[in-house]
């Protein structure tokens, strides 16, 4: 059974940094995506950042690319947001997600209907941009 647990949130000051894990278990070694999503204050849940697992191909939301990056432990049962100059927009319930999907779905479907297939999630962690 696929467990995530998401840690690292916190009150960060705009322009700061932060470091987010996600903590998995039970992951299958077939084809899967596994990777961050978040929700704002009244806002839907969207997809932040996704991992593609067989090819380690990454695929960025326009909002935080080349401010945020996406990677994982050596041993495969961590993955890690690190977030670079937060915005206030940033400011949202982060989520860790795992999907057993076909590696080429995002290719053929885009990201944002990815959240759709997604079938395990974390209980998220906080991330506050503020001063």
């Known amino acids: 059974q696929v467990q995530l647990v998401e840690s690292g949130g916190a009150t960060v000051a705009p322009g700061g940094s932060l470091y987010l894990s996600c903590s998995a278990s039970?992951?299958?070694?077939?084809?899967?995506?596994i990777g961050w999503f978040r929700q704002a204050p009244g806002k839907e849940r969207e997809a932040v950042v996704v991992?593609?697992?067989?090819?380690?191909?990454?695929y960025y939301s326009d909002s935080v690319a080349g401010r945020f990056t996406i990677t994982r432990g050596n041993a495969g049962n961590t993955i890690y947001l690190e977030m670079r100059d937060l915005i206030p927009e940033d400011t949202a319930v982060y989520y860790c997600?795992?999907?057993?999907?076909?590696?080429?779905?995002?290719?053929?479907?885009?990201?944002?209907?990815?959240?759709?297939?997604?079938?395990?999630w974390g209980k998220g962690t906080l991330v506050t941009v503020s001063s």
């Open positions: 991992l593609q697992h067989n090819y380690g191909k990454t």
């Open positions: 039970g992951l299958p070694p077939d084809s899967y995506y």
């Open positions: 997600s795992f999907g057993a999907i076909r590696l080429e779905y995002v290719d053929d479907f885009g990201l944002v209907s990815l959240q759709a297939a997604m079938a395990h």
